[in-house]
T-cell receptor
Framework: ETGVTQSPTHLIKTRGQQVTLRCSSQ?????VSWYQQALGQGPQFIFQ???????GRGNFPPRFSGLQFPNYSSELNVNALELDDSALYLC????????????FGPGTRLTVT | GENVEQHPSTLSVQEGDSAVIKCTYS??????FPWYKQELGKRPQLIID?????GEKKDQRIAVTLNKTAKHFSLHITETQPEDSAVYFC?????????FGTGTRLQVFP
């Protein structure tokens, strides 16, 4: 096991609502990245946090936002949910300077109805 | 932006045979190429990776090769076993942002 945990495991929301997903990084890892994995596709990079600041962002709108806390845990917030936001949301932790090796959590399955 | 293409999308082999999955990347500045295995309903697991200063890397039955000139890299699995059945993703990166391929569903039949 990699030590990266995520909560909740599953979540059902209605279009227009807001959601917060949580991630606890592997011990010693100071960088967290969030990915969206739609069914049958590869993970898509949302953004990365290092030292509590956003450190890179993919092609996702501003209604996707995040936070990283001093203990390296992290949140992904999505406002104004759309049906296409239904996906598996994965966080991955890594150690800056450790050759980009990223270890994924089990993911949160979000369904928007 | 960076793009990673992966082939084939599905691959069926007999137990004991070899399997090869190929990826092509577009950004010549990419310097890190991991492979992930994802079983149904589970997290992607890093199985092997290679950096741009190395042409080949092996770990037991798994090997990865990199051709920087052609911007190709491949995963080779020898002596396949039923437990190798999963979806495999390649990725490319020049920073901590991973760009993934579309995945290959590998089925190993006993």
């Amino acid at each position: 096991e990699t030590g990266v945990t995520q909560s909740p495991t599953h979540l059902i929301k209605t279009r227009g609502q807001q959601v917060t997903l949580r991630c606890s990084s592997q011990s010693g890892h100071n960088t967290v990245s969030w990915y969206q994995q739609a069914l049958g596709q590869g993970p898509q990079f949302i953004f990365q946090y290092y030292r509590e600041e956003e450190n890179g962002r993919g092609n996702f709108p501003p209604r996707f936002s995040g936070l990283q806390f001093p203990n390296y845990s992290s949140e992904l917030n999505v406002n104004a949910l759309e049906l296409d936001d239904s996906a598996l949301y994965l966080c991955a932790s890594s150690l800056v300077g450790k050759s980009y090796e990223q270890y994924f959590g089990p993911g949160t399955r979000l369904t928007v109805t | 932006g960076e793009n990673v293409e992966q082939h084939p999308s599905t691959l069926s082999v007999q137990e004991g045979d070899s399997a090869v999955i190929k990826c092509t990347y577009s950004d010549s500045a990419s310097n890190y190429f991991p492979w992930y295995k994802q079983e149904l309903g589970k997290r992607p697991q890093l199985i092997i990776d290679i950096r741009s200063n190395v042409g080949e890397k092996k770990d037991q039955r798994i090997a990865v090769t990199l051709n920087k000139t052609a911007k190709h890299f491949s995963l080779h699995i020898t002596e396949t076993q039923p437990e190798d059945s999963a979806v495999y993703f390649c990725a490319a990166s020049k920073t901590d942002k991973l760009i993934f391929g579309t995945g290959t569903r590998l089925q190993v039949f006993p």
